[in-house]
């Protein structure tokens, strides 16, 4: 498999292979980070984060086992924590301070029903629709019962087919 | 590809490369570098690691900074001397380490030259060269002239200000004066500490490193507008910052790492002399915050102080022991070394002019040998 050669490869100090595992897993480290926090800077930070850890733990890597699951699972930790805390501090902080609205998206319908739930109902909505795991992976991801991911994927799914309507 | 992959690939390379000059010693006890969003008392949002017990240490700070402070300035903690300007019409002072302070008279702006034997200050249209005590050199009049920055050696030396014609040099002893580019933005200049008479500045979407001589040795475009240019005292780093991210140059151009707060504005910052670690002050909606970033280490930052309000500039004291942090919230200055903290209150009454408008005072790369 490729991802394993350029794993191999960066571990030996090859740019080129290093460019060829940020090219190949930026796209969709990128979109969850924007789909989850609603903030495109937000979401370049938060991902070009998780590649600074990879590039750090580069060489305590076990490159038979796959990288995107390592990744997304610090890309999504760390935007469901940015998103509790802007609520956390949009209720706790005075009045005065509105976040500026988020860029136009493509499907910006989609987009608008999804800000509306919860940021953990949000990520798992995001790791199985856009990064396509299955409900025990996400499980795995988020440390979380297999129930409560099968719970938040249906009643997330469910409001925003209410907000379709 | 897109502006966001792009920037973020520069900075993952550039780890990559480091990690690969210093493969072994760089990793061997480091501490988890993702904590990239880190919730504390419900509302601190941290772009950088997070120490344990940070939420009672951000407690302490506070009531350290606000119960205990000193009614006047009676000495300044770190040593040397502290060239204090108001921007706001209200003057250029010197303070001195046993709190002397000399009133050098209504300048908008002034800075020291590089063995503190001399101020360049700005009033109305003219460039100042004047003594400690106050007494004129030489001045020069041009239009507007505004954020001087003076380098050199104890005998030769060059004076970078920003006038209505743009970016102009002229040797410290007042003559030669010339225009270096046209185009340069309304941010201040800075020597680089590395190079013999060679600056950075902004113009036209690009940082720029330029001799005085007017030779190119690069220029950078940048997506960020910046507010304010920063050297590392090696001249290996130059800090850009903007108010959303701070952009790190290495002595080529080239992006080294990004630095950004998630959820805040930033506001200025500067490096700790002798080292790497870079001091940036972060403003929430309703209050602020000081980190210390370790530039060579994504992810490694430390606060340092955080209160309720906007902090202003901060200024390192000469041997880089103490950080002096503007608040003008507060209407004090705190200094802050280690653990230790002295914060000192009525500030906008010590530093005060008839018809000047209060207390906006300017401290950034003002505290002098």
Known sequence: MAERAWIRGAQQGSVADLER?????WPRAYRAARLITGDAAAAEDIAQEAFLAAVRNLDR??????????????VVNRAIDWTRARRLRAEVELGDYVPAPPAPEPNGDIFARLHDLPPDHRAVIVLRSLLEYTPGEIAALLDLPRGTVNSRLRRGLDRMKDGES | MNGAEERAWEVVRRAFDERSRAPRRARVGNRPL???VVVALGAALVAALSPPGRAVFQQVREAVGVEHAAPALFSLPGGGRLLVVSSRRGGAWIVERDGLKRDLGPYADASWSPHGLYVVATRGNELVALDPAGHVHWSLARRAPSRPAWNGTRTN????YLAASGLRVVAG????????DAHAGAIAPAWDPARRFTLAYYAGGAIVLRRDTGAVV????????????AWSSDGRYLAVFSSRRVEILDAAGRLHRTVSMLEATLRSGAFEPGSHDLAVVVRYPARSEVYLVDVDRPGHARLLFA?????GDVAWSPDGRWLLVAWPAANQWVFIHGTKVHAVANIARQFHRAGGLG???????????
């Open chain 1, 21 to 25: 595992l940020f090219r190949e897993h």
């Open chain 1, 61 to 74: 890597f076990d490159r038979r086992r796959p990288f995107a699951p390592w990744l997304h699972r610090i």
């Open chain 2, 34 to 36: 993702l904590a990239l």
């Open chain 2, 157 to 160: 030396t060059r004076i970078a």
């Open chain 2, 173 to 180: 002893d007042g003559t030669g004066d010339r225009l270096l």
């Open chain 2, 218 to 229: 690069w220029r950078r475009d940048i997506s960020i507008r910046p507010s304010e240019l």
């Open chain 2, 307 to 311: 209160g309720p309000g906007h902090f």
């Open chain 2, 359 to 369: 207390p906006k005072l300017e401290l950034a790369g003002r505290w002098c040998c």
